[in-house]
Every structure is written in C-alpha cells, then in structure tokens.
C-alpha cells in the first residue's frame, strides 16, 4: 500500500489526454453537453468483458477510457505457486482463441533456463501446431470484424473452418480448445496416424474455400470498404511508439514478425513472407489477416513435405530445476509479440512468471485513436486490434 | 340465405370483420416472418435454423409466442412508464393500419380511400414518433443514441420515399391505390417499374432504410448500441415491436408491389386468375420480403454519416431528377397518357 | 515508411549498442551475449538510459518491464527490442519496501500500460506517469498489491478491503 505522501508523489492524478474536437467555448455558446456512456463490460462487442468509458459529443467519441480487468484470473500469481509443467495449463487459458502459442512462449522460455536442445521432430510440430492456430484465430477475427460491422453470415463461416481446425487438433492433442500439448521439452505425443495426410487435405479444401469464402464476399463490397478504409488510421510512427506488434504494426507498413526476426524453434528452416500493408487502417489490417492465412498455409505445407522423424520429448528428468536467472521466450502469436519472461530461483516452481500478451499493450492504442472517430468505428477499430479478453486481462 | 350475407357485408359489420382480418393477417404476418427469416438465416449461414418444434420447426412461431407470453415484462427502474409502454402500440398501430387501403386484389380492398397514397405517407411517418418515445421512456444512454438515430433516419428518408411516390401518381393522375393498379394492367410490361426504374429503386432503398432492416438498422445497432430503442424491452412490449416491424416491412413490400410491381395483376394476360389474384399479389410480396432478409443476412451496416449523405445526396437528386423526366416525357408526349 | 529501423549486421549492431551505453553512462555490468545486451544501471540512470537507447541508438520498441519482488528489493527489468535481431535488457534494482522510480513514459509512449501494471501488481510508483491508476485491480477500496509475496493467496484476505 502506497502512503499518502508517496501517492501524491508518484501518481500526477489527471484524466487521460482527451481528443476532444468540440471547442468548449462552442459548445457553451450552444448549451450543448456531452454524453457520458458506459460501454460494457457485458457488451456483445467487447471481445469479453471489457468496459469503455465514452464521453460522446452527439456520435462521435470525445474520450475513451478503456477499463479492464473484468476477466482478471491472476495467471501470474498462480503461475508463482505450481511446478514448471504445471504452469502449461494455466498459459492455454490466456488467450483462448490462439492457446498453442500461448504455451508454445512459456515452454520456450523454461526451455532457455534448462538450456536444454529439442528434438527436431518436436519443434516441426509444434510450428505445424502454431501455425494451424495462427489460421484457427486469424479467421474467426475475420468474422469478428464483419460481425461488429453488422454482417452475421461471415462468422458463421469462420467457424466452420475453426471447427474443421478443432478437429483436427482433438486428433492430434485430444482436446478441442485448452490443448496442453506443448511440453517443456517436446510435445506431449507425436502425431498419430494418418493425421499428416488429413491436415493436407484440410488445407487443399481451405484454400479452395478461402477465397470465395473470405475474400470475394467480403473485399470488394462497397459498405465494407466505406466501413473501412481510413476507420482508426494511424501514421508507422505513431504504431511503433505504441509498442503495436502484429497486425496492427504491419498494417502500417512496418515490417516486424518475430518468427522472421526473433527467429525460433523450426520458423528458421521456413520459407514465409511478412505480410504488411501500407495503409494502416481496418481494411488493410483485414488484407494482412488474409494475407497471413495464406502465409500459415504455405508454411505448414512447407513443414508436411519435410516433417524429420524422431523422438517427440526429450527426457528431461521427472523433477525440473532450472538453475537461477531468467528465461524469455518470444514468439508471435496470431495477436503479435508474445513474451513469457520466467525468473528461477533454482526451486521446482517459477519464481516470477510474467506474460507479455499483446493484447494488453495494442489496447493502448483504443485510448489514443478511438477520439475523434464515430461511435460505431469503435466496433471495427477493435477488429483491427481484435483482442481477446482472457489475453488483455491474464 | 341471400340476405344474411347481404348483412356482412353492410357498412359496420363489413368494417369490423375487415378489421379482424387485417389484424389477423398482420398478427400472423409477423410469427410467419419470424419465421421466415430465421430459415432463410440459418441457410444463408450453413445451418438448419429452427427444426425441433413440429414438422420442420414449422412451430416454432407458436413456442415463441407463448415464451412470450409467459416472459416478465421488465421495464427499468428510472424509466418513464407510461411512455415506456405506450411506445410498442404507438409502433405497431401505424403499421397496421395501412393495411386496410392496400388492394389485395379487384374486390378485396378494405377501404379504397381516393388518398389512400397520401393516407400511407401521413400514417407511416407516425412510427417515427414510437421509436422516439420508446428511446425517450427507457431513459438509458443506448435507448435514447438509437431513438435519435431512428427519428433522424426516418424522417430523412420519409423525403425520398414520398419523392419516389410522386411519378406513379403523375403517370396515373390518381392517388388510388386501387387505380394505380389498374393502370398497370396487361403483362409485366405495363407495370411501373419500368417506365420509373430509378423511382422503384429508390423506393425500395428508402423503404429498407423507414422499416430500418439492414444495411440501414442503424436504431438498432446491434454491435454497437446493442438493440438501440428496444434494448430495455422485454416479454410482450418487445414482441410487439417485433410485430410492428415485421408488419412494416410487409407493408413496405406490400405498397412497392402495388405502386411498381402492379399489384394484383398477373405478369401474362393469359394467367388471369379473375378472383384469385390475390395469388399474384401474395407471391410479389413475398418474393419483396425475400429480398430484404436475403439483404439483411449478406450485407454490413452503414455508419449514421453514411446513411445521411445516401438518402440527401444520392437518392433525393435521383428522385427530382427523374420527376422532371417523367414530367418531360409527359409533357412531349401527350398522346399516349 | 517514416520508421527508420536499424540495418547491417547483428554483431556490429550489438557491438554498437554496447558500446553506446558504456561510453555515455556509468553501468554497473554489461554484457554481450548470443543477440542479447545486458546491462544493469542504477534507478536514478534509467531514463537516461532508456533515452539513449531510444533517440541516440534508434531501439525503437520497448517489449515489456518486469518487475521482481526480491523481499526487501525490487528488480526491474526492462527488454527493449530494435526490431531486427537484437535484444536489450536493462535491469535495475529498487531498494526498500516502498519502491519509486522515473516514469518511462515520455520515451517509450507504450511503457504507460505497463507501469501502471507494476503499480497495480506490485505498488511501484513511477515518478511523472500521466495516468497512473490501477489497471486490473479495483481502482477503490482496495489497497493490496498482488504479485508481492508478502501477498498470501487467500480469499478472505482479497476482499477484506472490498467490504
């Protein structure tokens, strides 16, 4: 608890820069006021539970104050009181939507502390994993995104896919959503029989779905693009300043992936490109989801045709010790930069365990850009961020 | 026997049945619809939509209703009562009661009123006032965004549309809704559609914006203001909101079909069905309403500037500029109107 | 693209960066090893620091800070990335049971969510931050910092303050 006098000291107590586009003077001279509108947390577009604070001057926002912590579940403090393996289950429940990289960035990180090699066949597979995860959340937040514009049929659509994407992963990992199939060294079993073979011909039968599905339907329709195109604009300078990672730092045209430039695991035996766009607006964040599908793809078709054979766990020994010091992991989940920072005190359980979730820090920009927009362009803005609720909140 | 009939159909008594009728269309319009919609969703989406009550989930309408039914009508606790509960009636009756001057077919008119256009614009820009009310009465910040949206859209919209009316009474030189269908009589041709394609088009673009269906369900707003107007209603008051709209935007199709679609008239001569054209009537109608759920399940919303710059930019121009056409053209050639 | 982001080679670069720090400020340690430059500095420094990695050697995105609650200090750790290969790390330690340090802020604009975090979790008050009011946490009545260890797991513990 903070005393009096450090209080006053540390904490400058004003209200957050407002975007303000009515000059008061004028608005007196009218007598017009704003509106105060709590939006959320039980909201059916607040990817969750979160809670905005809006102060409108007719439609549009004039201050955004973005609450969170509704979904809050102390992931950190748990993750302090369970043994290193135990802690897996708890990452799968961040980001609920991309879970496998959630684990994937904490088992890296316990990886560096153990300073332990991974067998090959281990590391294909858990990038074939990532990355059929990076498309079973960057469709659906295609869906999203036309849902909160008011179209309902494409999530329906996405879904379908997930379905498909699900299971599959039931296949390999034997659960639908909360996997736990990224082992501290390894992945808990190797892919059962067929599954390869069956993951081809999902992909054969998306890529032919995918374009009359997602992008015909959807790129060239005139609300679409009029929804679109210029919503939550925002110049590479003021992206990279914000500590954007993702999609909303490559839609402006800033070519960062920390699967090409923080390189891990099997992403170095890999031929993808980073997608970016120059424009920086919802659209082009919607072009660079589409863009990263057909990236995942061809990285898992890359992965199939030469998948190593081998041994899937290494054997690390039943109780796991890390010596003192930190390990972090960095990998790009569909959301971006995701970095686990562990600290080992050389006991059997972490001694700080934090979650980078990129969530919580592309939420900055709500407060930043969403002020001088229309009260509907929130709903597309936060498509453009599509964050989710278990990621921001941890 | 003859004149026990001849007793229904004397003024009061005929007044009365026709008013059950109607009611009963109407009442009936809206679980059909309902209906009709979730099925046309659910296979827009890959889905079967409601198939467990009755044959085919043909039942579902009644479950709904008596769910209904059953359901505490909540209103909230700062909320203006009277207001509040006023607003769902002062929705549906508008809706209802243009009803009775659309022709169904030659002998099946409730009231052939000689304005029955002018009856039709005056009664539908009263829903406006419902919206209002019901966004005034919730006293919540949702409600009152959307009943502002909604008063705004309506009555911006109420101007193209009523533009939109004007060549079909010029051509006709009646504002009969029954004349107008006879003026379009003899094969598809005749109708009014094509003579006044821009006016048709209109018509029906700001029709879909005055029965607020998507893309122009901005009072509603569901991912953003949630509902809009009707957030806080619950049970009863919000079936009847449904009602309404579902009955208007039969309404809506149901006057495009008699202004553009020629009403009771069979596309080919020879298809005549003398009595039984109500068929035809029925099926345009039908079709119409088709139309607007396939577009509310295929399209994104727009935003309020949007829809404003449509209707004063885009659609009012339209409609002038084609009005001095349609007055040209008649003007030139007198001898064939 | 406005962005500049550092180019050439991954040893040179970090190379540059440490020696950019050596020569303007005085750290306590530094290293360099793999893609990665520790260097340690006392809290009074760390602005500094932080200015000069951002301005000086163009480390444009600060990943995340890391507090540590060492019992009776406080490590923070600030991971900074130039985008292209490199990793700085920064770490700094707080004495004492009620910890202040310089805000961040007006360097790297995104450390705002991330000091109000390590207010919240662990009752780290950052000097000069625009808006430093709890993030997850209720922002009244409760007066507990979490992710302290001195914060023992217990239900009735969480909500005495709520009541």
Same mark, same amino acid.
């Given at each position: 608890?903070?005393?009096?006098?450090?209080?006053?000291?540390?904490?400058?107590?004003?209200?957050?820069?407002?975007?303000?586009?009515?000059?008061?003077?004028?608005?007196?001279?009218? %007598?017009?006021?704003?509106?105060?509108?709590?939006?959320?947390?039980?909201?059916?577009?607040?990817?969750?539970?979160?809670?905005?604070?809006?102060?409108?001057? =007719?439609?549009?926002?004039?201050?955004?104050?973005?609450?969170?912590?509704?979904?809050?579940?102390?992931?950190?403090?748990?993750?302090?009181?369970?043994?290193?393996?135990?802690?897996?289950?708890?990452?799968?429940?961040?980001?609920?939507?991309?879970?496998?990289?959630?684990?994937?960035?904490?088992?890296?990180?316990?990886?560096? !502390?153990?300073?332990?090699?991974?067998?090959?066949?281990?590391?294909?597979?858990?990038?074939?994993?990532?990355?059929?995860?990076?498309?079973?959340?960057?469709?659906?937040?295609?869906?999203?995104?036309?849902?909160?514009?008011?179209?309902?049929?494409?999530?329906?659509?996405?879904?379908?896919?997930?379905?498909?994407?699900?299971?599959?992963?039931?296949?390999?990992?034997?659960?639908?959503?909360?996997?736990?199939?990224?082992?501290?060294?390894?992945?808990?079993?190797?892919?059962?029989?067929?599954?390869?073979?069956?993951?081809?011909?999902?992909?054969?039968?998306?890529?032919?779905?995918?374009?009359?599905?997602?992008?015909? !339907?959807?790129?060239?329709?005139?609300?679409?693009?009029?929804?679109?195109?210029?919503?939550?604009?925002?110049?590479?300078?003021?992206?990279?300043?914000? =500590?954007?990672?993702?999609?909303?730092?490559?839609?402006?045209?800033?070519?960062?992936?920390?699967?090409?430039?923080?390189?891990?695991?099997?992403?170095?035996?890999?031929?993808?490109?980073?997608?970016?766009?120059?424009?920086?607006?919802?659209?082009?964040?919607?072009?660079?989801?589409?863009?990263?599908?057909?990236?995942?793809?061809?990285?898992?078709?890359?992965?199939?045709?030469?998948?190593?054979?081998?041994?899937?766990?290494?054997?690390?020994?039943?109780?796991?010790?890390?010596?003192? %010091?930190?390990?972090?992991?960095?990998?790009?989940?569909?959301?971006?930069?995701?970095?686990?920072?562990?600290?080992?005190?050389?006991?059997?359980?972490?001694?700080?365990?934090?979650?980078?979730?990129?969530?919580?820090?592309?939420?900055?920009?709500?407060?930043?850009?969403?002020?001088?927009?229309?009260?509907?362009?929130?709903?597309?803005?936060?498509?453009?961020?599509?964050?989710?609720?278990?990621?921001?909140?941890? | 026997?003859?004149?026990?009939?001849?007793?229904?159909?004397?003024?009061?008594?005929?007044?009365?049945?026709?008013?059950?009728?109607?009611?009963?269309?109407?009442?009936?319009?809206?679980?059909?619809?309902?209906?009709?919609?979730?099925?046309?969703?659910?296979?827009?989406?890959?889905?079967?939509?409601?198939?467990?009550?009755?044959?085919?989930?043909?039942?579902?309408?009644?479950?709904?209703?008596?769910?209904?039914?059953?359901?505490?009508?909540?209103?909230?606790?700062?909320?203006?009562?009277?207001?509040?509960?006023?607003?769902?009636?002062?929705?549906?009756?508008?809706?209802?009661?243009?009803?009775?001057?659309?022709?169904?077919?030659?002998?099946?008119?409730?009231?052939?009123?000689?304005?029955?256009?002018?009856?039709?614009?005056?009664?539908?820009?009263?829903?406006?006032?419902?919206?209002?009310?019901?966004?005034?009465?919730?006293?919540?910040?949702?409600?009152?965004? =959307?009943?502002?949206?909604?008063?705004?859209?309506?009555?911006?919209?109420?101007?193209?549309?009523?533009?939109?009316?004007?060549?079909?009474?010029?051509?006709?030189?009646?504002?009969?809704?029954?004349?107008?269908?006879?003026?379009?009589?003899?094969?598809?041709?005749?109708?009014?559609?094509?003579?006044?394609?821009?006016?048709?088009?209109?018509?029906?673009?700001?029709?879909?914006?005055?029965?607020?269906?998507?893309?122009?369900?901005?009072?509603?707003?569901?991912?953003?203001?949630?509902?809009?107007?009707?957030?806080?209603?619950?049970?009863?008051?919000?079936?009847?909101?449904?009602?309404?709209?579902?009955?208007?935007?039969?309404?809506?199709?149901?006057?495009?079909?008699?202004?553009?679609?020629?009403?009771?008239?069979?596309?080919?001569?020879?298809?005549?069905?003398?009595?039984?054209?109500?068929?035809?009537?029925?099926?345009?109608?039908?079709?119409?309403?088709?139309?607007?759920?396939?577009?509310?399940?295929?399209?994104?919303?727009?935003?309020?500037?949007?829809?404003?710059?449509?209707?004063?930019?885009?659609?009012?121009?339209?409609?002038?500029?084609?009005?001095?056409?349609?007055?040209?053209?008649?003007?030139?050639?007198?001898?064939?109107? | 693209?406005?962005?500049?982001?550092?180019?050439?080679?991954?040893?040179?670069? !970090?190379?540059?960066?440490?020696?950019?720090?050596?020569?303007?400020? %005085?750290?306590?340690?530094?290293?360099?090893?793999?893609?990665?430059?520790?260097?340690?500095?006392?809290?009074?420094?760390?602005?500094?620091?932080?200015?000069?990695?951002?301005?000086?050697?163009?480390?444009?995105?600060?990943?995340?800070?890391?507090?540590?609650?060492?019992?009776?200090?406080?490590?923070?750790?600030?991971?900074?990335?130039?985008?292209?290969?490199?990793?700085?790390?920064?770490?700094?330690?707080?004495?004492?049971?009620?910890?202040?340090?310089?805000?961040?802020?007006?360097?790297?604009?995104?450390?705002?969510?991330?000091?109000?975090?390590?207010?919240?979790?662990?009752?780290?008050?950052?000097?000069?931050?625009?808006?430093?009011?709890?993030?997850?946490?209720?922002?009244?009545?409760?007066?507990?910092?979490?992710?302290?260890?001195?914060?023992?797991?217990?239900?009735?513990?969480?909500?005495?303050?709520?009541?």
């Amino acid at each position: 608890m903070l005393s009096e006098e450090r209080r006053t000291e540390g904490t400058a107590l004003t209200r957050p820069a407002t975007g303000r586009l009515v000059d008061p003077d004028v608005r007196d001279e009218f %007598g017009l006021e704003t509106i105060d509108m709590n939006m959320g947390p039980q909201h059916p577009a607040m990817h969750g539970l979160l809670r905005l604070i809006l102060e409108l001057d =007719g439609e549009t926002v004039v201050r955004c104050d973005p609450v969170m912590g509704y979904l809050h579940r102390s992931k950190e403090k748990i993750s302090e009181n369970r043994m290193y393996p135990a802690v897996i289950p708890i990452t799968d429940r961040i980001d609920y939507m991309n879970n496998i990289a959630m684990e994937y960035g904490y088992c890296l990180a316990v990886e560096k !502390l153990l300073d332990v090699e991974i067998p090959p066949r281990a590391d294909a597979i858990r990038a074939l994993m990532n990355e059929f995860g990076r498309i079973m959340s960057h469709i659906p937040s295609i869906g999203f995104l036309m849902l909160e514009l008011g179209a309902f049929t494409p999530i329906l659509y996405a879904f379908r896919e997930r379905e498909r994407i699900q299971s599959l992963f039931e296949a390999v990992t034997g659960a639908r959503m909360m996997f736990h199939y990224i082992r501290i060294g390894g992945v808990k079993a190797d892919l059962p029989e067929g599954i390869p073979e069956k993951m081809w011909s999902y992909l054969e039968g998306l890529e032919q779905r995918f374009e009359p599905d997602f992008v015909d !339907l959807i790129e060239g329709n005139e609300i679409f693009i009029s929804r679109t195109r210029g919503v939550g604009k925002m110049t590479p300078e003021k992206a990279v300043e914000m =500590g954007l990672t993702g999609v909303p730092l490559r839609c402006t045209g800033v070519e960062f992936d920390v699967r090409k430039h923080y390189p891990y695991g099997w992403y170095k035996n890999l031929d993808f490109d980073v997608i970016t766009d120059e424009a920086g607006d919802v659209e082009a964040s919607y072009r660079c989801r589409i863009g990263e599908v057909r990236q995942s793809i061809r990285m898992i078709k890359q992965i199939l045709e030469n998948l190593p054979e081998g041994e899937v766990l290494a054997d690390l020994g039943r109780r796991l010790r890390p010596n003192e %010091g930190d390990g972090i992991g960095r990998v790009e989940s569909a959301r971006g930069e995701y970095a686990v920072h562990v600290v080992s005190d050389g006991s059997d359980t972490p001694y700080r365990v934090h979650y980078r979730t990129p969530c919580t820090v592309n939420m900055q920009l709500l407060q930043e850009i969403v002020p001088g927009h229309y009260l509907p362009d929130i709903m597309p803005i936060m498509g453009l961020i599509d964050p989710v609720s278990g990621a921001w909140d941890k | 026997m003859q004149t026990a009939l001849n007793v229904l159909e004397a003024e009061p008594v005929r007044l009365l049945i026709s008013f059950g009728a109607i009611l009963f269309l109407v009442l009936n319009l809206a679980g059909i619809l309902t209906m009709a919609e979730r099925k046309t969703a659910a296979y827009i989406q890959l889905r079967f939509g409601p198939n467990r009550v009755g044959p085919r989930g043909l039942l579902q309408p009644a479950a709904d209703v008596v769910k209904l039914f059953t359901k505490e009508n909540v209103s909230p606790g700062r909320s203006d009562l009277w207001v509040f509960l006023a607003a769902p009636i002062a929705m549906f009756i508008p809706a209802a009661l243009v009803w009775l001057v659309i022709p169904f077919s030659p002998n099946a008119v409730v009231a052939d009123l000689n304005v029955a256009i002018l009856f039709f614009v005056g009664i539908t820009s009263i829903s406006a006032l419902g919206v209002v009310m019901a966004g005034y009465g919730s006293r919540s910040t949702f409600s009152l965004l =959307g009943a502002l949206r909604g008063a705004a859209q309506m009555i911006s919209y109420e101007v193209p549309l009523i533009l939109s009316l004007l060549g079909v009474v010029m051509l006709t030189g009646s504002l009969s809704l029954v004349d107008v269908v006879r003026a379009q009589g003899g094969g598809f041709w005749h109708w009014y559609f094509l003579p006044q394609l821009p006016m048709f088009i209109t018509f029906y673009i700001a029709g879909l914006a005055e029965v607020k269906r998507v893309p122009f369900d901005l009072p509603e707003g569901e991912s953003e203001i949630v509902g809009g107007y009707m957030v806080e209603y619950s049970g009863m008051t919000w079936a009847l909101i449904q009602a309404s709209e579902f009955a208007s935007m039969g309404l809506m199709s149901a006057i495009n079909v008699t202004l553009f679609l020629g009403g009771w008239q069979p596309p080919f001569e020879f298809l005549d069905l003398g009595t039984f054209n109500w068929f035809w009537f029925g099926l345009k109608t039908a079709l119409l309403m088709f139309t607007f759920q396939w577009i509310r399940w295929s399209l994104p919303r727009l935003r309020m500037d949007q829809l404003m710059d449509l209707g004063w930019k885009v659609l009012v121009p339209i409609t002038l500029i084609w009005l001095f056409v349609t007055a040209g053209a008649m003007l030139i050639f007198q001898e064939v109107f | 693209m406005a962005v500049t982001l550092p180019e050439g080679n991954l040893e040179t670069r !970090l190379s540059r960066y440490l020696d950019g720090f050596n020569n303007r400020h %005085g750290l306590e340690e530094s290293s360099a090893e793999g893609n990665l430059v520790l260097i340690v500095v006392k809290p009074q420094d760390l602005p500094a620091v932080l200015a000069t990695a951002r301005e000086t050697l163009g480390i444009l995105h600060l990943s995340f800070i890391t507090v540590v609650d060492r019992q009776g200090s406080f490590e923070l750790t600030y991971e900074l990335l130039d985008l292209r290969g490199a990793q700085v790390r920064v770490k700094t330690t707080l004495e004492g049971e009620e910890p202040v340090i310089d805000t961040v802020t007006g360097i790297y604009p995104t450390a705002n969510w991330h000091e109000r975090e390590a207010y919240d979790m662990f009752g780290v008050a950052f000097k000069g931050h625009p808006d430093l009011r709890r993030l997850y946490m209720w922002q009244d009545h409760f007066d507990h910092h979490p992710l302290l260890k001195s914060f023992e797991i217990s239900t009735k513990r969480t909500f005495e303050g709520l009541r």
